[in-house]
């Protein structure tokens, strides 16, 4: 098919030659979509080899990155213990910002030995008596517990819930999305269904929904509601704070003890179709929503 279209093209400038050299000189100017080289001067083009056009830049991976995708920590935080010469490859410490790893690269982390694992992202609703650690001394029960089936990679909560707190808790090996979700200045709203052990007042509602200072800091409430139909003592209260027994304390501050309280949306996440107890792996979409954060 080239062929004919090569030798096409020869007939096409031979007959050409007889029309008039302005006619010549306007086609020549012109840039036809069409064309094609004569098959003589193929052999004068000069072809670059892949090698030449561009270094392969997907050689290897970033060690902060490879540190990051071991579920240690975010990237930022793994340049910092590079630096502090807390990795080493093939048994040598590296303190250079941007080394690679190469496959088959032995790389330790505080001397232990560390790799790139697969992404997991675990949703747990959280039922009391569980305390969110990785284990405890004392013997008490921690959700690891509770999601020690869930994968093979190591993952671990992202946040706390202390342990009369019920609700959503996420877990995961993917330590910069772990730093993104805990870290205030992405304002990632959690929102708590809370009962008091009395009627909450309006005026009580409206103090705390404004901004106000708790043990010298300022307390940004985001949204605080009553809940349709319950009683006046059933709130709702949606906050992006991350700081410790930040509900509880809220509501003692102003003369309340929280009797219950259950975390029933985080970053987007529900707890539709989960039940206490019960984890459940995320979706691509819920990943690519948090991602977004």
Not at 16 to 41: A, E, I, L, V, Y
Not at 117 to 126: A, C, F, P, Q
Request: hydrophobic share 30%; net charge positive.
């Amino acid at each position: 098919m080239t062929a004919r279209k090569f030798s096409s093209g020869g007939r096409q400038e031979k007959s050409g030659s007889n029309k008039s050299t302005g006619n010549s000189k306007k086609r020549s100017n012109s840039k036809d979509k069409n064309f094609r080289p004569h098959p003589q001067k193929i052999k004068n083009f000069k072809v670059k080899s892949k090698s030449t056009q561009e270094p392969n830049k997907n050689e290897g991976i970033r060690l902060n990155k490879y540190i990051a995708n071991a579920g240690i920590c975010s990237r930022r935080d793994a340049d910092t213990f590079i630096k502090t010469g807390s990795a080493s490859v093939n048994g040598k410490v590296i303190t250079e910002m941007g080394y690679k790893v190469q496959l088959g690269d032995e790389v330790r982390f505080d001397g232990a030995l560390i790799s790139p694992e697969t992404k997991r992202y675990i949703l747990l609703n959280k039922p009391k008596n569980y305390i969110t650690t990785m284990d405890d001394e004392r013997g008490r029960k921690t959700v690891m517990e509770l999601v020690q089936n869930a994968t093979s990679e190591r993952i671990y909560p992202v946040g706390r819930l202390d342990k009369n707190t019920t609700g959503l808790l996420l877990f995961t090996n993917d330590g910069e999305m772990a730093k993104k979700l805990t870290h205030p200045k992405h304002n990632v709203k959690k929102l708590y269904h809370v009962v008091l052990d009395k009627k909450l007042t309006m005026a009580d509602l409206n103090k705390i929904s404004e901004n106000f200072v708790l043990d010298g800091k300022m307390v940004f409430v985001d949204k605080i509601s009553y809940i349709e139909n319950k009683p006046k003592f059933e709130v709702g209260i949606e906050i992006h704070s991350g700081r410790n027994r930040i509900v509880r304390r809220i509501f003692e501050h102003f003369g309340y003890k929280v009797t219950k309280l259950d975390r029933v949306i985080f970053a987007g996440l529900t707890k539709k179709n989960l039940s206490r107890g019960v984890w459940r792996h995320l979706t691509q979409q819920e990943i690519s929503n948090l991602k977004m954060i």
